[in-house]
């Protein structure tokens, strides 16, 4: 990082300031050309600015100094990094947003950041074949060399950084609180494995900010910004992740929906997205082919093992179409773990559905 210690300090007190957005933040620099400056000024310049007079009163004050002297503590262990925008480390695509964020704290491997994303995201109250299906898309998204970015919530979330994990690949979390207060706490255990499979943690917010609605819609803007694209696997009219979708439209990105079922609630908002102009998806291919040149990888290895090997399932519908209970009855396994198989088996084409049974496609 070519800042100072000391303006280093100054951009983590101007970033602890209440009221002082991303934009905002900008202003102050584009007008005094640094933070030290800015801290600086007098109060006079600041309000000339159009900023909020609680801004220019809290600078000096022993909390801001506080929240700045945490950040430098956190900042000296292993593995955490501070990205300031404008600095040759800040993810290049985030950077083309208007209001982008001024500071990142990243835990993990920030050079993740920079690589080709794709953000997937959808209900937290998901249905069993919606969270079979978003773990299934991450391992093949993984699998092909894309970085799989969330936001850590309960759900289409938690299911999309599991899959990436489970196909060895790297992932990403964007999170609506501070890295010091992982939220939900249920997904602690998920956190450390993000870290440990070499993926990373991402916040705009101070370290130690809690739990607060207004800031989850606000850290949408990154998980979309820092993509190529968005996926949305499952969501209701109202869920959150319909924010993303229309923040990554709006950004320039690509937007992607699962369809389902007309009856399932979890469906409906997939469906208006798709009404309003998101392409389709039905395979891991689909996203593929719109972004095969942003791989810049070779296709993910497969398994050399006759597929009736690798898996059982399809030696039962090679010798007859089967519905899904009749599979788990055949083969003797619990009904989800079918509907799992049969999930990862249709995105790989070995399957194929037609009405209420499944039939095995040859080759």
């Excluded at 950040?71 to 209001?99: I, S, T």
């Excluded at 936001?151 to 999309?160: E, K, Q």
């Excluded at 689909?286 to 690798?310: F, K, M, T, V, Y």
Aim: hydrophobic share 45%; aromatic share 4%.
């Amino acid at each position: 990082m070519s800042l100072s210690p000391a303006e280093l300090e100054a951009r983590l007190r101007l970033h602890a300031l209440p009221g002082l957005g991303p934009r905002r933040h900008r202003r102050l620099l584009e007008a005094f050309a640094s933070a030290s400056a800015a801290l600086s000024a007098p109060a006079a310049a600041w309000r000339a600015l159009g900023l909020p007079a609680e801004c220019a009163e809290a600078r000096r004050s022993a909390e801001v100094r506080q929240q700045s002297a945490l950040a430098l503590a956190w900042l000296e262990e292993p593995r955490r990094q501070l990205l300031v925008l404008g600095e040759p480390a800040y993810p290049a695509l985030l950077a083309e947003l208007d209001d982008a964020p001024p500071l990142l704290f990243v835990e993990g491997d920030p050079t993740l950041l920079e690589r080709p994303q794709l953000a997937m995201v959808g209900s937290r109250r998901a249905s069993k074949p919606g969270l079979d299906t978003a773990r299934a898309f991450a391992r093949h998204l993984a699998g092909a060399g894309f970085v799989v970015t969330s936001g850590l919530a309960l759900g289409i979330d938690g299911a999309a950084h599991q899959g990436a994990l489970d196909a060895g690949g790297r992932t990403v979390a964007v999170l609506g609180t501070g890295l010091k207060r992982l939220y939900p706490a249920r997904h602690e255990r998920l956190s450390a494995e993000i870290l440990a499979g070499g993926g990373a943690l991402v916040s705009e917010l101070p370290l130690d900010c809690p739990p607060q609605a207004s800031n989850f819609p606000r850290r949408n803007r990154i998980i979309s910004g820092l993509s190529l694209g968005v996926l949305v696997v499952e969501a209701s009219p109202s869920s959150g992740s319909l924010i993303t979708a229309r923040l990554a439209a709006e950004q320039g990105r690509e937007v992607y929906a699962i369809p389902g079922s007309i009856h399932h609630p979890g469906a409906r908002g997939c469906h208006q997205l798709i009404r309003d102009g998101a392409t389709l998806v039905e395979s891991v291919e689909h996203i593929l082919e719109a972004l095969r040149g942003w791989q810049n990888l070779a296709p993910a290895p497969q398994p050399s093992a006759p597929a009736d090997e690798r898996h059982p399932l399809l030696a039962l519908l090679h010798a007859a179409p089967q519905t899904s209970e009749e599979l788990a009855l055949a083969s003797g396994w619990p009904l989800a773990r079918v509907l799992a198989t049969l999930t990862e088996l249709e995105l790989d084409g070995a399957v194929a559905r037609e009405g209420s049974r499944w039939l095995g496609r040859a080759g």
